[in-house]
């Protein structure tokens, strides 16, 4: 199991805007980081730290952090990101990582 | 291109051992810590183990922990992953990931900006 809980299928309409949502007790102390992975393919980083994209993001990708609870909003999902979205974080003993247990996102 | 290339993968009996190479490019290797990610079929992404630049530092998660070893050859810009006594449960895509660690003002960040393709591992008799 994992210490970080995301939600397993999330769906969002063409042009709409989804938020994922990632929570655990450690995310009170670390920024989440998200990864997008596709069938097949490696994970790619798409946000890191307060609200950070690594270049080559597009900006309709956002993260934000409240208490236990870590964020990625699509602002308007393209087909394109139609993927499973992982979060991960430091564990609460700082020398570990955990990720969350995914969220197939499927962009109708 | 910065690049991280896996290899090593195979099929090995339970009990078995194996031996991973992550070789990487375009980039001073000897600057970032690494990690190593699996992720079983059908699986999510686990964190596996993690290395710091000069080797001073290794952490693994429980699964692995008295069975795997990570290791680095800085002058040859390679990671390994030295899998002992392998279950079938080890059966997994395995990943080598660059770590950044940034500060920014007094946040702190850390992610894994760079993944390889990956290298299969299957572990059955």
């Known amino acids: 199991s994992s210490d970080l809980t995301q939600d397993p299928a999330v769906s969002v309409a063409l042009g709409q805007t989804v938020r994922i949502t990632c929570q655990g007790g450690?995310?009170?102390?670390?920024?989440a980081s998200w990864y997008q992975q596709k069938p097949g393919q490696a994970p790619i980083l798409v946000i890191y730290?307060?609200?950070n994209r690594p270049s080559g993001i597009p900006d309709r990708f956002s993260g934000s952090s409240s208490g236990n609870t870590a964020s990625l909003t699509i602002t308007g999902a393209q087909a394109e990101d139609e993927a499973d979205y992982y979060c991960?974080?430091?564990?609460?003993?700082?020398?570990?990582?955990?990720f969350g247990g995914g969220t197939k996102l499927t962009v109708l | 291109e910065v690049q991280l290339v896996e290899s090593g993968g195979g099929l090995v009996q339970p009990g078995g051992s194996l031996r991973l190479s992550c070789a990487a490019s375009?980039?001073?290797?000897?600057?970032?810590?690494m990690n190593w990610v699996r992720q079983a079929p059908g699986k999510g992404l686990e964190w596996v183990s993690y290395?710091?630049?000069?080797?001073?530092?290794?952490y693994y998660s429980d699964s692995v922990k008295g069975r795997f070893t990570i290791s680095r050859d800085n002058a040859k810009n390679s990671l390994f992953l030295q899998m002992n006594s392998l279950r079938d449960e080890d059966t997994a895509v395995y990943y080598c990931?660059?770590?950044?660690?940034?500060?920014?003002?007094?946040?702190?960040?850390?992610?894994?900006?760079?993944w390889g393709k990956g290298t299969t591992v299957t572990v059955s008799s």
């Open positions: 990931a660059r770590v950044m660690v940034e500060w920014f003002l007094s946040e702190y960040y850390y992610y894994m900006d760079v």
């Open positions: 375009e980039f001073t290797f000897s600057d970032y810590s």
């Open positions: 290395i710091s630049s000069s080797s001073s530092a290794m």
């Open positions: 450690s995310l009170r102390n670390y920024y």
């Open positions: 730290g307060k609200n």
């Open positions: 991960n974080s430091r564990d609460s003993s700082g020398n570990h990582l955990t």
